[in-house]
Protein backbone atom coordinates (compact mmCIF):
# COMPACT_ATOMS: atom_id res chain seq x y z
CA UNK A 1 0.00 0.00 0.00
CA UNK A 2 1.20 3.52 -1.06
CA UNK A 3 0.17 5.58 2.20
CA UNK A 4 2.73 7.19 2.67
CA UNK A 5 3.94 11.08 2.33
CA UNK A 6 2.17 13.67 0.74
CA UNK A 7 2.91 13.99 -3.24
CA UNK A 8 5.57 17.15 -4.01
CA UNK A 9 9.10 17.44 -4.78
CA UNK A 10 9.28 15.43 -8.05
CA UNK A 11 12.09 18.18 -10.30
CA UNK A 12 9.04 17.98 -12.87
CA UNK A 13 7.01 21.13 -13.74
CA UNK A 14 4.49 22.43 -11.84
CA UNK A 15 2.38 22.38 -15.14
CA UNK A 16 3.65 19.11 -16.35
CA UNK A 17 2.77 17.12 -12.57
CA UNK A 18 -1.10 18.76 -12.57
CA UNK A 19 -1.74 16.91 -15.59
CA UNK A 20 -0.62 14.09 -14.73
CA UNK A 21 -3.20 12.25 -12.07
CA UNK A 22 -2.11 10.74 -8.53
CA UNK A 23 -1.62 7.03 -8.19
CA UNK A 24 -3.42 4.80 -6.85
CA UNK A 25 -2.98 4.84 -3.33
CA UNK A 26 -3.38 1.05 -3.23
CA UNK A 27 -1.51 -0.67 -6.10
CA UNK A 28 -0.23 2.68 -7.79
CA UNK A 29 -2.02 2.41 -11.01
CA UNK A 30 -2.25 5.70 -12.68
CA UNK A 31 -5.65 6.05 -14.02
CA UNK A 32 -6.59 7.71 -16.89
CA UNK A 33 -10.09 8.32 -16.81
CA UNK A 34 -11.69 11.44 -15.28
CA UNK A 35 -12.69 11.81 -11.79
CA UNK A 36 -16.61 12.28 -11.44
CA UNK A 37 -18.71 12.24 -8.58
CA UNK A 38 -20.00 8.80 -8.63
CA UNK A 39 -17.56 7.04 -11.21
CA UNK A 40 -19.08 3.93 -12.56
CA UNK A 41 -17.14 0.02 -12.03
CA UNK A 42 -14.70 0.77 -14.70
CA UNK A 43 -14.01 4.40 -14.33
CA UNK A 44 -11.70 6.31 -11.64
CA UNK A 45 -10.08 7.30 -10.17
CA UNK A 46 -11.97 7.07 -6.77
CA UNK A 47 -11.30 9.83 -4.78
CA UNK A 48 -11.82 9.89 -0.86
CA UNK A 49 -11.26 11.61 2.38
CA UNK A 50 -10.40 8.82 5.62
CA UNK A 51 -10.14 9.39 8.70
CA UNK A 52 -6.57 8.92 9.68
CA UNK A 53 -4.47 10.32 13.06
CA UNK A 54 -1.07 10.19 11.48
CA UNK A 55 -2.20 12.48 8.25
CA UNK A 56 -0.88 16.04 8.56
CA UNK A 57 -1.70 17.48 5.44
CA UNK A 58 1.13 19.78 4.07
CA UNK A 59 -1.18 22.85 3.22
CA UNK A 60 -4.56 23.04 5.46
CA UNK A 61 -4.05 22.34 8.99
CA UNK A 62 -7.25 22.06 9.28
CA UNK A 63 -7.70 19.23 7.25
CA UNK A 64 -5.34 17.20 9.47
CA UNK A 65 -6.22 13.79 10.43
CA UNK A 66 -8.29 13.71 7.14
CA UNK A 67 -6.07 11.92 4.44
CA UNK A 68 -6.87 12.18 1.24
CA UNK A 69 -6.75 8.97 -0.62
CA UNK A 70 -6.82 8.33 -4.19
CA UNK A 71 -8.10 4.62 -6.05
CA UNK A 72 -8.09 3.34 -9.22
CA UNK A 73 -11.25 0.83 -8.53
CA UNK A 74 -13.97 -0.01 -5.85
CA UNK A 75 -11.98 -2.67 -4.69
CA UNK A 76 -8.57 -0.91 -4.09
CA UNK A 77 -10.40 1.98 -2.54
CA UNK A 78 -11.78 -0.89 -0.27
CA UNK A 79 -8.06 -1.92 0.47
CA UNK A 80 -7.27 1.58 1.19
CA UNK A 81 -10.19 1.86 3.87
CA UNK A 82 -8.98 -1.80 5.25
CA UNK A 83 -5.26 -0.28 5.93
CA UNK A 84 -6.76 2.58 7.43
CA UNK A 85 -9.68 0.57 9.51
CA UNK A 86 -7.16 -1.59 10.92
CA UNK A 87 -5.50 1.11 13.03
CA UNK A 88 -6.97 3.02 15.42
CA UNK A 89 -7.85 7.01 15.35
CA UNK A 90 -5.86 8.47 18.22
CA UNK A 91 -6.27 11.86 18.92
CA UNK A 92 -2.92 12.36 20.49
CA UNK A 93 -1.13 11.05 17.43
CA UNK A 94 -3.14 13.52 15.78
CA UNK A 95 -1.87 16.30 18.04
CA UNK A 96 2.06 14.94 18.18
CA UNK A 97 2.33 15.74 14.31
CA UNK A 98 0.51 18.78 14.99
CA UNK A 99 3.34 19.60 17.60
CA UNK A 100 6.38 18.38 14.99
CA UNK A 101 5.68 20.10 12.42
CA UNK A 102 5.00 23.82 14.51
CA UNK A 103 8.68 22.97 15.81
CA UNK A 104 10.59 21.62 12.54
CA UNK A 105 9.06 25.08 10.85
CA UNK A 106 9.93 27.26 13.85
CA UNK A 107 13.61 28.98 13.94
CA UNK A 108 15.25 27.06 17.33
CA UNK A 109 12.82 26.09 20.02
CA UNK A 110 9.47 27.22 19.70
CA UNK A 111 8.47 30.07 22.79
CA UNK A 112 5.35 27.96 24.50
CA UNK A 113 2.92 31.11 23.04
CA UNK A 114 3.95 30.22 19.37
CA UNK A 115 3.74 26.79 20.02
CA UNK A 116 -0.14 27.19 21.13
CA UNK A 117 -0.84 29.33 18.71
CA UNK A 118 0.63 27.24 15.43
CA UNK A 119 -1.18 24.11 16.82
CA UNK A 120 -4.37 25.09 18.04
CA UNK A 121 -3.59 23.03 21.41
CA UNK A 122 -3.80 23.85 24.95
CA UNK A 123 -0.40 23.26 27.04
CA UNK A 124 -1.65 19.95 28.74
CA UNK A 125 -2.33 18.75 24.90
CA UNK A 126 0.95 20.09 23.83
CA UNK A 127 2.42 17.64 26.67
CA UNK A 128 0.45 14.35 26.30
CA UNK A 129 1.89 15.37 22.43
CA UNK A 130 5.32 15.25 23.28
CA UNK A 131 4.89 12.48 25.68
CA UNK A 132 3.30 10.44 23.21
CA UNK A 133 6.58 11.21 20.29
CA UNK A 134 9.24 10.10 22.99
CA UNK A 135 6.74 7.39 23.90
CA UNK A 136 7.08 6.00 20.12
CA UNK A 137 10.70 7.00 20.34
CA UNK A 138 11.09 10.34 18.11
CA UNK A 139 12.88 13.14 19.68
CA UNK A 140 12.10 17.05 19.04
CA UNK A 141 13.41 19.87 20.50
CA UNK A 142 11.25 20.82 23.98
CA UNK A 143 12.94 23.50 25.75
CA UNK A 144 10.52 26.58 25.43
CA UNK A 145 12.29 29.93 24.69
Known sequence: MNLGEPEGGSGADADESASVPPPC?????VSTAKAG???GPREGPYVAVLADSSWIDPVDPAQD????VVACSGRCLDRVRAV????P???VELWAGKVTRAVTASQGPPVRAELERATGLTPPQIRAAYDWLE???IWLERHSR
Open 25 to 29: DSCGT
Open 37 to 39: PRP
Open 65 to 68: GRRP
Open 84 to 87: LASR
Open 89 to 91: YTT
Open 135 to 137: EHG
